[in-house]
Every structure is written in C-alpha cells, then in structure tokens.
C-alpha cells in the first residue's frame, strides 16, 4: 500500500461528545458540529458515530454539507446551517428539511418568502462581527421573527478558548440583552463555550472542535492517526543533502527513509527540517523540504528497517503538530489528505 493511513477512532469521537454532554445539565441539549466533512474526519462515518452517542441535533456550514449528511443520517436528526439561507438554496433547505441559521433581514426575507413556515433559526452578532444580526437589525425584525417562530436563536463568541479574556463575559452580557424574555430556545457556547461554565450553556450547545480531540478540550480522547508507509532507505555520506533546495546536509553518515505523505497530503512545508515521525516510541526527525508527496525522515539511530512512520498518533497529536507549525487543531485536522486509505476503528482507547 502505497499511500499514508488515517485512523479514525469512532469511539474516541463517540467518548468526546457523551464527555461535553456530561459536562452540562441534563435540560441543556448538546448538538454537534460536523462542517467541513465533520473537521476532515469524514461526516457519513462521523455523522452516523455521534448520532449513535445520541446526537439528534447537528450544524454545518453550508447547505450542501447537509444534503451530506442528511444521506448519511436519514430523515430523523435535525441538521441546521450556519450559513443560513443562501440564493439558490430554498430547494436543497426543503427538500432535506435543512434549518437555515438566518444571519442578515436578506436571509430572513427570503426565506419567509420563499419558504413560509418553514423551520429556521436567527443568529445574532452579540461581538464578533462575523455572522448574525446587529443589535438594531435584530430589534427592527424581531417581532416578524417572533410570529414565524424560531426554533433557535443563537450567538458566537470570539475569544472562548481564552477562559479569562473579559470578551467573554462582554458576549455573554450582550447576548441576554438582545434575548431577555423571549420564550426560544437559545445557543451561545461550542466547545471553548461549554469549558466556560454553566452561565453560557442557555438551551443547546454546540461543539466541533472538542469532539475530534484538540485543544481547548484538553481532556479529549485522541480520534486521529496518520501513519505514512517507508518507500525506500538509502545510506547517504557526511556532506551529501536530501530534498529539494538542499536544505539539509549530512553532518554524519545517516540512513534517511523516504515516506510516502507530502503537502498534496495537507503535511505543511512549514515541518520541513523542524517536525518529526515516531517508530513506535522513537521520534525521528522529518529532514529536508517535505515535497509534494514524499518526505525524508531520519532513521539513522533505529536498530530495524521501519515498515511506517507515525506523524500523528499517541507521541504527537493534532495540538502537537499545529504547535510544531504555528496553527491551529483545527486546521491540522481540516487539511487532512483525501489520498490516505482511512480506517474508520473501533475501541482503540
Ligand atoms: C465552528 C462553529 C462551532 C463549533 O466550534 P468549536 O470551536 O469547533 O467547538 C460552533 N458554532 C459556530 C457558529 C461555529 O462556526
């Protein structure tokens, strides 16, 4: 087998959402967040996973993420989507019984128009400036919206991965005054949102990012390991370099091992001379440019041949790679390779 292997343990997923939902009160319903093909993790195997925990409330970005995941899951779990309703998605919204996250008086004048008395949710910018209504958008509509009946009204907060940051309860003291006494079920807090307390938890939470193992839900079960097959090992001599560019050169004689994953894989540059792989226990340094599809690893102190090399797994996990390379789990995760053979495990924990 010629291409790396991603390991996707549904039970870790599965652990990771009955942990957040543990984590709020009974009456509090927590959903789950699967955009982006459930964080690069696949969102039919991951989508059917959380709906088997007991998840019957999903968001996706993007209407067409939820005809997805509508065909992975049936007619039964309610799927919203943060983008609300888009022009040219009436159709997709009611023939998949999708519930449009209505974002601006745009959005919420098609979609009565379009779709009279059909579900939607209203969300509301209490700070972030990204998506949702104004405060003084919101107190023109609200009566209209009030009289369609909302299922959800909702907010994002900016900085909840910062427990301290004074933005969060600067949100928090917006959003219960653009929702003080209205009888609708509201949302605040994803994953970084739940860590906060019980304050943010309103009637539903929403999160993504906790579910698929990272920070800030340091407490997660590990979902994701990505294994990459050895092509080839070649002894090379002291002054002899490896890679494009000849960006690193032999101090010693070394055994340097060519391994089948590169940046068409979502293996960023950035690991180029910095990252390593593990053999089993043993951290081998990543040496040279990581290419497009290969990438040269140092071998020279193991004692066997390695079949494979582990970038991501119980020695370095998706935080550790994004610390390694200045980002984020979330974009480790979501850039990962669409060429690896994926297995879909069960009960690695
Ligand atoms: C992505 C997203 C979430 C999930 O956030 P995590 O930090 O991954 O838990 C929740 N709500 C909205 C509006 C989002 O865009």
């Known amino acids: 087998?010629?291409?790396?292997?991603?390991?996707?343990?549904?039970?870790?997923?599965?652990?990771?959402?009955?942990?957040?939902?543990?984590?709020?009160?009974?009456?509090?319903?927590?959903?789950?967040?699967?955009?982006?093909?459930?964080?690069?993790?696949?969102?039919?195997?991951?989508?059917?996973?959380?709906?088997?925990?007991?998840?019957?409330?999903?968001?996706?970005?993007?209407?067409?993420?939820?005809?997805?995941?509508?065909?992975?899951?049936?007619?039964?779990?309610?799927?919203?989507?943060?983008?609300?309703?888009?022009?040219?998605?009436?159709?997709?919204?009611?023939?998949?019984?999708?519930?449009?996250?209505?974002?601006?008086?745009?959005?919420?004048?098609?979609?009565?128009?379009?779709?009279?008395?059909?579900?939607?949710?209203?969300?509301?910018?209490?700070?972030?400036?990204?998506?949702?209504?104004?405060?003084?958008?919101?107190?023109?509509?609200?009566?209209?919206?009030?009289?369609?009946?909302?299922?959800?009204?909702?907010?994002?907060?900016?900085?909840?991965?910062?427990?301290e940051h004074e933005m969060n309860p600067r949100q928090l003291a917006e959003f219960l005054d653009m929702t003080h006494g209205l009888a609708v079920p509201l949302s605040l807090a994803a994953t970084g949102g739940i860590l906060l307390g019980p304050d943010y938890h309103f009637d539903l939470t929403r999160p993504g990012i906790g579910l698929y193992g990272a920070r800030p839900f340091v407490d997660a079960h590990r979902v994701v390991d990505l294994d990459l097959p050895v092509i080839q090992v070649r002894d090379i001599k002291v002054g002899e370099s490896v890679g494009y560019g000849n960006s690193w050169i032999a101090e010693r004689p070394a055994k340097i091992a060519t391994v089948s994953g590169g940046y068409a894989d979502g293996i960023t540059r950035h690991l180029s001379n910095i990252g390593v792989m593990f053999f089993e226990d043993t951290p081998c340094p990543i040496v040279g440019r990581v290419s497009m599809d290969l990438i040269g690893v140092d071998v020279t102190h193991l004692d066997v041949s390695p079949a494979s090399l582990g970038l991501l797994g119980p020695h370095q996990v998706v935080d550790d790679l994004a610390d390694a390379t200045g980002t984020i789990g979330y974009e480790i995760l979501t850039q990962l390779g669409h060429r690896y053979t994926r297995h879909y495990a069960r009960g690695r924990m």
């Open 1 to 163: 087998m010629g291409t790396g292997k991603l390991t996707i343990d549904l039970d870790a997923l599965a652990a990771n959402w009955r942990a957040l939902d543990a984590m709020s009160a009974s009456h509090v319903q927590t959903a789950a967040v699967v955009k982006a093909d459930a964080y690069g993790t696949g969102v039919a195997k991951a989508g059917r996973a959380l709906a088997a925990a007991g998840a019957r409330r999903f968001f996706v970005a993007v209407a067409e993420e939820g005809a997805a995941l509508r065909e992975a899951l049936g007619p039964g779990p309610e799927i919203s989507v943060f983008g609300g309703h888009m022009p040219g998605d009436t159709d997709m919204i009611h023939d998949l019984n999708l519930v449009p996250m209505i974002n601006s008086v745009d959005q919420l004048t098609r979609h009565l128009e379009a779709l009279p008395g059909s579900p939607f949710g209203i969300q509301l910018d209490s700070g972030m400036n990204r998506l949702g209504m104004e405060p003084a958008e919101w107190a023109a509509v609200r009566d209209i919206v009030l009289d369609a009946g909302p299922r959800l009204i909702m907010s994002h907060l900016a900085c909840a991965d910062e427990a």
